[in-house]
């Protein structure tokens, strides 16, 4: 893909977290290093997938990227502009455009908000009228597949799915260009996991959104994404083409995950 169509590029992105020794006067003893020298870009509308064994730094890249997590040391640039070296003040007007989804629906969720709550509380912070938040709130429900009189209910009135539907609603509130889309299926049922693919498939197609799709899971990586990163120990191995990657991988680590991918028995 052409360097111009890059909208998010990351270079040698580290994040290292201290660790200290035990007792009260806790002393910083060494340095976990979560993420060490990443490198990679996103392209206008593409999926690129971020796969890894758990603890292997996907999502902490994911939090660098938003700059929930200040990275120790590297550059993340979003159309350009390089996010580390912005302050908390100067990021505010990026943040719209950079959202995310989480892992888990129930736990991402206040549970004492509304549907309608959930979803303006963005739009809130963004300074939107009443009328504006009602007008929005209507059209991202019919967006992700939820009815109109759900904007009135409780997280725990939704099923897993729905849940996690409202959680697309709200990350999509304030028209972001880019979404990292953390493990968002790992907390639902296999049987629903296929509507919120589709779902996020279908919003890829309508409204040009890029996502960072972090995930354990190859199947699913490579249902959705157009290019793959495999992480391990805080470094990316490959980067590939997802199907070059999947059908010719080259790093013995790459091999050996999907080496490790169960296979259906056609008899069954």
Not at 142 to 161: N, Q
Not at 199 to 208: I, V
Not at 214 to 221: G, K, N, R, Y
């Amino acid at each position: 893909m052409a360097k111009d169509n890059v909208l998010v590029e990351v270079n040698n992105l580290t994040k290292y977290f201290p660790i200290g020794s035990g007792g009260f006067l806790r002393k910083k003893v060494t340095e976990l290093k979560a993420v060490d020298g990443v490198t990679f870009a996103v392209h206008h509308g593409e999926t690129l997938g971020l796969v890894g064994e758990s603890g292997s730094g996907k999502t902490t890249v994911g939090k660098c990227v938003l700059q929930l997590h200040r990275p120790t040391s590297g550059e993340v640039s979003f159309k350009g502009k390089n996010l580390v070296d912005l302050t908390d003040k100067q990021l505010r007007p990026f943040r719209p455009k950079l959202q995310v989804i989480f892992q888990d629906p129930y736990e991402s969720l206040n549970p004492r908000f509304t549907a309608y709550d959930i979803i303006t509380e963005p739009l809130r912070l963004h300074h939107a009228t009443k009328t504006e938040c009602r007008n929005r709130v209507k059209e991202l429900l019919d967006i992700v597949g939820l009815a109109p009189y759900m904007a009135e209910r409780y997280p725990h009135e939704f099923s897993g799915g729905q849940r996690q539907r409202l959680g697309v609603a709200r990350a999509l509130a304030l028209q972001p260009e880019f979404i990292v889309c953390d493990e968002p299926l790992s907390a639902l049922d296999v049987s629903i996991q296929a509507q919120v693919l589709n779902l996020l498939d279908d919003l890829q197609r309508q409204f040009g959104v890029a996502y960072l799709f972090i995930s354990h899971d190859l199947s699913v990586v490579r249902h959705i994404s157009h290019r793959v990163a495999v992480m391990y120990l805080g470094k990316i191995m490959e980067i590939a083409p997802r199907d070059a990657l999947y059908d010719r991988p080259l790093h013995p680590y790459t091999q050996a995950l999907l080496s490790a991918v169960p296979v259906p028995d056609p008899k069954v």
